[in-house]
């Protein structure tokens, strides 16, 4: 049973712009925050952004000012937009999901490439 769907990513030009979003599946209860981390190669898996169910946000000193993460509750969306992209950015992209349990929810993961 697929819990979490992404998409959006892809091959971009620096500078350019990717939007990435993540449906979960009604399935999963009781969401508390949602947000996408990266991995990039050679790398250790990081936090890019999330947000609460309360609305409060979170970014990686790396993507303030060019990257907003937004959610949809009443649908269990999350949307990652990503703007003024940087070679640097290039990796592989997962969104998560954590419950009021703390109980979270990996995606499958969606391939962010920025070429210079």
């Known amino acids: 049973q697929v819990q979490l769907v992404e998409s959006g990513g892809g091959l971009v030009q620096a500078g350019g712009s990717l939007r990435l979003s993540c449906a979960a599946s009604?399935?999963?209860?009781?969401?508390?925050?949602m947000g996408w981390y990266r991995q990039g190669p050679g790398k250790q898996r990081e936090l890019v952004a999330d947000i609460t169910s309360g609305g409060s946000i979170n970014y990686a000193d790396s993507v303030k000012g060019r990257f907003t993460i937004s959610r949809d509750n009443a649908k269990n969306t999350v949307n990652l937009q990503m703007n003024s992209l940087k070679p640097e950015d290039t990796a592989v992209y997962y969104c998560?999901?954590?419950?009021?349990?703390?109980?979270?929810?990996w995606g499958q993961g969606t391939q962010v490439t920025v070429s210079s």
């Open positions: 998560r999901v954590t419950t009021n349990r703390y109980i979270y929810y």
């Open positions: 009604r399935s999963i209860f009781s969401i508390n925050t």
